[in-house]
């Protein structure tokens, strides 16, 4: 009930309206990781197209464990599969190599930065995704990509 006796706020000229916006949904950042897929040079499209992207709010416990995290904050973004320079022919998968991409770290991050967009961190964290899938270490992705410095 403590809303409904707070003055309604006016906008003034020039500010912007926010009281219809509603932040980006799953499936929004869904559409946001298949533009970045289908600007990649043709040498990584291919590839890439072999993945299974998921997007959810958070990662699971158990992801998170996995990599040694607490925080679900703290992780944007999870490849899960073997690199394709680790790959044999007597793996056996049980599904498709996939990125995952976690909505609420990337908001937090992209909030936190204030100076990209969001499309951009997005396809930032789905490349740098997509790296460890090409069997980059952070190290190998840090010397080429300055984000990660």
């Known amino acids: 009930m403590l809303f409904h006796s707070l003055p309604k706020l006016s906008i003034s000229p020039g500010m912007a309206d926010w009281t219809d916006t509603e932040a980006p949904s799953l499936e929004d950042f869904e559409t946001l990781a298949e533009a970045a897929l289908l600007a990649l ?10 993945l299974a992207i998921r997007v ?9 464990a996995e990599v040694g995290l607490d925080d679900p904050f703290d ?10 320079t680790e790959k044999s022919v007597m793996d056996q998968p049980t599904g498709p190599d996939a990125i995952w991409l976690f909505r609420r770290p990337i908001l937090e991050e992209w909030v936190d930065r204030g100076d990209v967009p969001l499309g951009a ?6 490349v740098h995704e997509l790296a460890h899938h090409f069997g980059w270490s952070d ?6 990509d300055e984000w990660w410095l």
């Open 56 to 64: 959810e709010d958070f990662a699971s416990d158990a992801m998170l």
């Open 139 to 144: 190290d190998d992705i840090a010397t080429i």
């Open 41 to 50: 040079p043709p040498q990584y499209a291919v590839p890439a197209r072999q």
């Open 121 to 126: 961190l997005v396809a930032h964290v789905l």
């Open 75 to 84: 992780l944007t973004g999870l490849y899960d599969g073997i690199p394709l």
